[in-house]
C-alpha cells in the first residue's frame, strides 16, 4: 500500500491527539529536530509513546514518552512551541510519522513504529 501524506487542519489537532492518544497501543517513537540553525537531531530513539496532546490555549504540542529502563512517573516530553503545520505519512489508521512544522521553521518528525516483544531473562 502506498503512503500518503495528509495534512492535518489545525482545528482538527486537539481532536486527532486525544483520539490518537487514547486507542494508542505499545508504539515505539524515534524523535528527530531539523533545522537550519540546529541541523538534524535525535532528541529521542525508539522510546515508547505515552500519547501526543495539542494544547492550544498554550499554542503547544506535547510528545511524552517512557523509556523501559525508567522508573514509573519519569516520563520524558518533547515539547513543540507554536506548531504551524502537520502532516501526518500514513498507510493506516496509526501514521507512520508524523511531521510537524514550527513558528521559527524547525521541523520535528516523530517516527512511529510497533514495540518489540518484552521478554523475560
Request: aromatic share 6%; net charge negative.
Amino acid at each position: 500500500m502506498a503512503h500518503q501524506d495528509i495534512e492535518l487542519p489545525r482545528d482538527n489537532w486537539f481532536e486527532y491527539f486525544n483520539g490518537f492518544s487514547k486507542d494508542l497501543a505499545a508504539i515505539d517513537a524515534t524523535v528527530e529536530v531539523d533545522g537550519q540553525d540546529l541541523g538534524a537531531q535525535i532528541v529521542a530513539e525508539r522510546l515508547v509513546l505515552t500519547g501526543i496532546t495539542y494544547d492550544y490555549k498554550d499554542d503547544i504540542l506535547v510528545v511524552g514518552l517512557v523509556a523501559p529502563d525508567r522508573e514509573p512517573g519519569e516520563d520524558i516530553q518533547h515539547i513543540v512551541n507554536s506548531p504551524k503545520r502537520i502532516v501526518l505519512d500514513t498507510t493506516a489508521i496509526v501514521p507512520d510519522t508524523i511531521d510537524v512544522e514550527d513558528a521559527e521553521g524547525h521541523r520535528t518528525l516523530i517516527e512511529l513504529s510497533g514495540a518489540p516483544e518484552l521478554t523475560s531473562d
